[in-house]
């Protein structure tokens, strides 16, 4: 596949395999990764990861980590094994267990001649209240932790681009395209906000899933409302 100069995640929140690769290949032209949560992962396990990933797609590992050092570092070294393009933990933690997962990501990806993911630290949930005081500070530890950047809403992405530079990585879920319902996010805003505000990537589900257009449609008019260009050729 060509070069995808997208910064849209698509998110493969559906329930078994056949629906994602469905949703994958109507929206591939548009999507510069897709997004393997919980509920995917848990119902298909790694190989439709490594499928995904063989297809020729950017995968991003959404599968929040939070555990004893240990036991991330474990699933940390698991992940780059399947050769993900990112994936993240909780910022929340602790520097302890962000560290045990950059150190045991990076030993992998030498031990296999491979580029290491980049992890980012989901902050605070978009479905919940928080601070920017509050997200700062967690992204701050990350940063100090070895982390490439943090999941966080739109809310915050400029004070964390304004802290961080231009270098530290900024994914933002809770993206509602103005045709779109915000649904059970509270900390929402639009794809052309989120990039305004110093966002690298957005991550969209449900208004390209659960759209009344098609799902292919639903991207193109995203990345058109983001004022963003480049699709896969």
Known sequence: MSENTSRLIVALDVPTKNDAL????????????????SRLFTAEGPGFV?????AGYGVFLDLKFHDIPNTVGEAAAAATALGVDI????????TAMMKAAVAASREEAERRG?????????????????TVDEVLALAERARDAGLDGVVSSAWEARAIRDAM???????????????????????????????ENGAD?????????????????????????????????
């Open 22 to 37: 469905d949703l994958a290949h109507r929206t591939a032209k548009y999507a510069s990764h897709f997004k393997v949560g």
């Open 165 to 195: 530079g231009p270098d530290f990585l900024i994914v933002t879920p809770g993206i509602r395209p103005t045709w779109a319902a915000k649904q059970d996010q509270r900390r929402v805003a639009t794809p052309h906000e989120a990039f």
């Open 201 to 233: 990537y957005i991550v969209i589900g449900r208004p390209i899933r659960d759209s009344d257009k098609q799902p292919s449609e639903a991207a193109r008019l995203i990345l058109e409302e983001s004022s963003i260009v480049g699709v896969r050729e």
């Open 50 to 54: 490594r499928e995904l990933k063989e």
């Open 87 to 94: 994936f993240d933990v909780h910022a929340s933690g602790g």
């Open 114 to 130: 491979i580029a290491r993911p980049r992890i980012v630290a989901i902050t605070v949930l978009t479905s919940m209240a928080s």
